[in-house]
Each structure stands twice: as C-alpha cells, then as structure tokens.
C-alpha cells in the first residue's frame, strides 16, 4: 500500500505537541489520574483554535483521525468537559512560554510594529443585540509583530478603553530584546514610548501628531520604505479574524485572554509551516 503523505494538519500537530512537549512537565502533579498528559491537552485545545469549532465537534471529528490520535498517544477520545477543565487548568505563563517558543520558530530581523484591534466577546448576531438593547463591550487587543516574518511576538489584551501610549510602554519592557526598531501609527505618539524606546536603544519610527509646522517636516523626513512595513499589522490582525473568527467564545475575561493569546501560537505555528 503506498505510503500517504502528511497532510498539512498533521504536520500542524506535530509541531504544536514538539513545542507543548518544551513547555510543560508531562503531568500537572504526581496527584494526577495520569489519564491524559497536558501534551496532549494542549495540542487538542490548539486544534480547537485551529479549526475554529467547539469541544464537541472536535472531539467527534477527532474519533475519525486515527493520524493524529497516534501522533500524540491519545489511546481514547476525552469528553468535552475534561478539555473544558483543561482550559480552565491551564495558567496563562503556560501559554506564554509556548508563545515565546512559537516565535523562535520564525526567522525575526527586530523590525517590530505595534497596532491595536479589537474583538467581539459575543458571537449573538448584531441584530438580536440591538433588538435586545444588550451592550456588549469589545476587548481590545494590541500586537506587536515582526515584519520580516509576521510573527507574533506578543500580545496585550484589555477590557477597557486604554490609550495605546498606556499599553506600548509595558510591551517594549517586555521585548525589549527582540526590538531593534518600534513602527507605530500616531496614537503611540508620546514622549514616554519615545524616551523608553531610546533608553533600551530601539529606534522609534513613529509618526507625529501634527500640531506645528514641525511636525510635520519631521513627518515629511520618515523613511517611508521602513515605515510602510507597519501595515503588516493591519495584515496580521485581519488574518487572525479571519482564520479563527473576530469573536471569543469563552464567556469569562480571564479565558477570553487566554483564548487570544493560543491564537496567537496557533498563527504562529501555521506561519512556520508556510515557510
């Protein structure tokens, strides 16, 4: 019988069960039913992401792929409410570190771009919410991306309406080793991410707010070539709602940024395996 090639969704497993198998010990204690290992929890939740489905339509597909079953040991199918507890197990420094992992995946060059999106945290339709006179607040989710790769390299996620010259300065603190230029749109204008910037040795290629004629001059000498990368954000972002959905499912803040931040190592994952 000829041999079948791996399909692009097995070679996504393989590469998500290697990274979660450097994140994490194989069980979360020696009290564990040692039933299932987190390896296997968290390539099942990335597959959820991946496909953009619920527990129990993935666990019932899952039943039809013997592959990817052998790929990471799973002898039986889990019920949707241990992958639920999973989710809820699962701390976000974990998700974290497979993000950071997911990154070195990717070859960076340092020329980083910094912009702001937002997510719906209901999927009821627009029409319903407005029948029903229901507010339903976005989350606001600010990525920092590598232009050479399109990479992820992280992730900020609030509920309220912080200005983005409140949220870039602890995004700089936290990768300040990966960034050797900062590419942001002029709502991250502010003295603090340009002095910040600089005393991490980051060249800011920020455009200003134009209130005086030197604003503008100082617009007008941009090296528009570098600068122009900075839409890669803008590429980024439309391409996580679009793969994976511009809504969260969970119904708790806390896993809807957790929810986010599995996408961004999902997005990750793929890209590498574009390459």
């Not at 299932?36 to 039809?64: A, G």
């Amino acid at each position: 019988m000829q041999t079948l090639p791996k399909s692009r969704l097995l070679q996504f497993v393989e590469k998500a069960f290697h990274l979660a198998q450097r994140a994490t010990a194989r069980y979360s204690s020696k009290f564990s039913k040692q039933r299932y290992t987190l390896h296997q929890h968290i390539v099942l939740l990335c597959l959820k992401i991946r496909k953009n489905t619920s527990y129990r339509t993935l666990l019932d597909e899952l039943i039809e792929m013997p592959r990817i079953r052998n790929e990471i040991g799973l002898a039986e199918i889990p019920s949707p409410s241990t992958l639920c507890k999973a989710f809820h197990r699962l701390e976000m420094a974990v998700w974290r570190v497979l993000l950071n992992l997911s990154v070195a995946l990717l070859p960076t060059n340092g020329v980083v771009s910094i912009d702001a999106s937002g997510f719906d945290r209901s999927y009821a339709s627009k029409h319903y919410t407005k029948r029903a006179k229901l507010t339903i607040k976005q989350l606001k989710v600010t990525l920092l991306i590598d232009t050479k790769a399109n990479a992820i390299l992280d992730i900020h996620v609030t509920t309220t309406r912080k200005h983005d010259s409140q949220i870039a300065p602890s995004l700089i603190r936290r990768n300040r080793n990966s960034i050797r230029i900062l590419l942001g749109d002029k709502g991250y204008d502010d003295q603090t991410i340009r002095s910040l910037a600089r005393e991490y040795e980051i060249r800011p290629l920020i455009k200003h707010r134009e209130f005086t004629s030197l604003h503008y001059a100082w617009n007008a000498r941009m090296d528009t070539d570098l600068y122009g990368h900075r839409s890669q954000s803008e590429t980024v972002n439309s391409a996580l709602k679009r793969k994976y959905g511009a809504f969260v499912r969970s119904r708790y803040w806390w896993k809807q940024f957790r929810e986010l931040v599995i996408r961004c190592v999902v997005y990750n994952i793929e890209i590498d395996l574009s390459n």
